[in-house]
């Protein structure tokens, strides 16, 4: 047997974390822990995309949605659970019917993948050939419209400039939710 | 990896997004820049003196203006397929009407809210600036070439759409109306987003020109032959089902349909007539779009046939459009051995796929929301049902329009100018529905059928004007929305086959089920006795006159409807090629 | 040589396939998340899942490590998945907002208690 391939040690350790994590997250009833559960789930979900060569989206992944959107979701359910509804119960019948669902989709796609020969993965002697490529340059020249990495992709220009004007619409649409409400007679009264 | 200099990059930008791309971009810059001066202008001293009414109605008219080709209509008779953004959007004529038709929508529809008091002094700058910021991501929807600009394009429209459902906080329905508008809407684009990923990764591009032509190259009928094959193309399809999950939520097609009379009822009126409208229109063109992207590829168009002159095929008040029905049955006959008759070429699989998909869910939509809309009591629940049926009915023309593409480009452009045509009247007809509705609530603080008993006693001009509304509605004639279901079954006649003469007996069969409900109302508001309890309803000068203005169109093109089928006849002249 | 498929698991790199099934792993449990629970924060704990799984394959799917084909989304793929990142937390935002309001004026956050609107 050939000595221990790293990476794949590390993938199946965060794969590992990252499914039994999603799966607490799922039969967890209460909503702390489950809010602790996703930060987990998507922490080892970062360590994955390290993994497959994506340091600057890991690094992201970390910084905005572990660091951002979590910490807003964890914001949201210390604001509203209260005792009563902190646990939720579903009824075994949903299980079930939830479960066999769930288990033929995922039946479905691990067998179509790994039946996709492409996407078996590659040998080790053509994995230890590639030499690593710094991703952010490429990345940052992409969202300025400038493919460096394949000139006949799309460039990201608009995207990333739209997303802003996005952002401030969403924002000003959270804001205003926020705020403390007036009454409006007439079309409140309905 | 090229070396890059910061010359290449500044080259791109200014040959590609400042030359070319950006002229084409003005009405959305417009509109960027109407948000932004909406939020700032209270910095300034003095700037809360503007109203954002102002501010918002000079930007979308501004919009709209810019949106307006320089060189007229008629350029759109020979304007080409652009790729702006390298490759981000495409620019076309379906772009440039939809871009029309979406920014009228909304000058019109800031006026309503203005008029009906939804949008007041103190929070009319945040109203606005969700409207136009939806209005916004609809336009990039309807242009959206790219899987990413897709997935950006619906999320735009929908996170803004969202807030404007409880836009009126301190109600409980209205409250409830958003989060479930919010819990379904992000689950199902959740739900399209992992089918995108499944569908960029198995085709290895997210740009829909590409991705046909890798569909192309995966040559379909000879993986079916392999088990492996058979894998691929089955993760295909799942990718294809899960991004259709999002389609159809957008479109509130059966059977993700149940969010729509909950949001409908729960927000307000002023709200439904933007979601059934403008979001509507948008997500029926992102369905053509991806149909038409994935399904077809320059390689495998059919070549106009040079022997059968270009038909003309306006409508004229006195002249039904009658298909030249010799050409209808030689195609018949000439591919009688398939049954969607969607035409050859190594992509005739996935048009295949989705014409059967949207067919069925066309139908089942349509007649659910009919049947659906008996017994509703909430004239804002049942308009949502109608809703519902409209979108399936303009489905129809959706698949239609790809079932021909294969064939025969002309008759594909007559489904798609059908589709237009509907969705312009559309507009007329349900932004004056709702805008009736949204007027009397604030007179009769009620918005159930039975209180609209005996209206046309108190308020005739406003009862007279929903009833021509509804009776457009059903689809009878002579008012407007008698003519594009006329050309949607048309379109489906044209493209034949088993399966499209069963969507077309569906579809007339539907329009007679319609006929019930719609006239239910109209004989409650015009037939049955007043209540004693109601006082005086009489809406203002300006509500009338905007409810007269908004419905007029339906009975003018009722009559008339020659212009406007030339102009949507204009607008896809160049499509599909 | 014995061929236990399970002999050479850590010693050969991973493919897309696995990759794949992760995501496929987080996408499921985050749909079941939205179909059984009965708390609007839950139900968005679960769409976090299913755009992180949808994020997953999108790297995946790019990466020159795990295969070697002509298929590849190349940069593609971690371009789209930052951008999933950045609307996921603008959509994280207003649905929190929504909730929230949702929360004052029910004093509940129970999709089941959003039951005014049937019909």
Known sequence: MDSIYWPTFFFYLFSGLACAFAVAVLLSSNIVRMAFYLVLSLGATAGLMFLAGAEFVGAMQLLIYVGGTLVLLIFGVMLTSQERFVVMKTWAGDWVKAFLAGGALLFILAYAAFSIPEWRGIERTEADAIVAQPTVTPIAMGLLGARTDDPSRAGYLLPFEIVSVHLLVVLIGAAYLARAKRSRSSIEKI | MQPVTLQNVVDSLVDNTLDMSLPFFRPELALCATIVILLFVRIFKGGEYIPSFFIAILGSITALILAFPAEGFESWATMPRQELFTGMLVYDTLTAFIRIFLLSFVVLFIILSRLTGIADAKDGQDYYALVLGATLGMCIMSSANHMMMLFMGVEMASVPSYVLAGIVKGRQRSSEAALKYVIYGAGTAGVMLYGISLLTGVLGSAHLPTMAASLA????????????????????????????????????????????????????????????????????????????????????????????????????????????????????????????????????????????????????????????????????????????????????????????????????????????????????????????????????????????????????????????????????????????????????????????????????????????????????????????????????????????????????????????????????????? | MFNFPLANLLSEPVGVAHYVTVGAILFICGALCMATKRNALGVLMGIELVLNGANLNFVAFGSQYLRNDGHSLGLDGQLMALFVIVLAAAEAAVALAIALNFYNNHDSIDVDRADQLRG
Request: net charge negative; charged share 10%.
């Open chain 2, 217 to 577: 190259d995966l040559d379909i009928p000879n993986l079916l032959t392999t088990a492996e094959g058979r894998l691929t193309v089955m993760v295909l399809v799942l990718g294809g089902l899960m991004l259709g999950v999002g389609l159809a939520f957008k479109l509130s097609a059966v059977p993700f349909h149940f969010w729509c009379p909950d949001v409908f009822e729960g927000a307000s009126a002023e709200v439904d007539a933007f979601l059934s409208v403008a979001s509507k229109a948008a997500a029926l063109v992102l369905l053509l779009r991806v149909g038409a992207g994935l399904g077809l590829t320059t390689a495998e168009l059919p070549v106009a046939d040079s022997a059968d002159p270009p038909r003309v095929i306006a409508v004229a008040a006195n002249e039904t459009t009658a298909p030249t029905q010799n050409a209808v049955l030689v195609k018949q006959v000439a591919d009688s051995q398939d049954a969607t008759h969607v035409g050859g070429g190594p992509l005739s699989p996935v048009r295949r796929f989705f014409v059967i998909l949207v067919s069925l869910i066309a139908i089942v939509s349509c007649t659910f929301g009919n049947l659906a809309a008996y017994g509703q009591t909430n004239i804002k629940r049942m308009l949502a049902y109608s809703t519902i049926a409209h979108a399936g009915f303009m489905m129809m023309a959706v698949a239609a329009a790809i079932a021909l593409a294969g064939r025969d480009v002309v008759d594909a452009r007559t489904a798609v100018s059908a589709l237009l045509l509907y969705i312009t009247l559309y507009l007329f007809m349900n932004l004056s529905a709702f805008a009736i509705v949204a007027f009397l609530r604030n007179e009769m603080h009620s918005e159930d059928i039975a209180d609209y008993a005996g209206l046309i006693r108190t308020s005739p001009l406003t009862a007279v004007m929903m009833t021509a509304v509804l009776v457009s509605l059903i689809g009878l004639p002579p008012l407007a929305g008698f003519w594009p279901k006329l050309r949607v079954l048309q379109a489906l006649y044209m493209a034949g086959g088993p399966l499209m003469t069963f969507v077309l007996v569906a579809a007339a069969l539907n329009t007679a089920i319609a006929l019930v409900y719609y006239l239910r109302v109209a004989k409650t508001m015009c037939i049955d006795p007043e209540p004693d309890t109601r006082g005086a309803v009489s809406l203002g000068f300006l509500p009338a006159a905007f409810v007269f203005v908004v419905s007029v169109p339906v009975l003018i093109f009722g009559i008339l409807p020659g212009p406007l089928a030339n102009w949507t006849d204009l607008a896809v002249s160049q499509l599909f090629s």
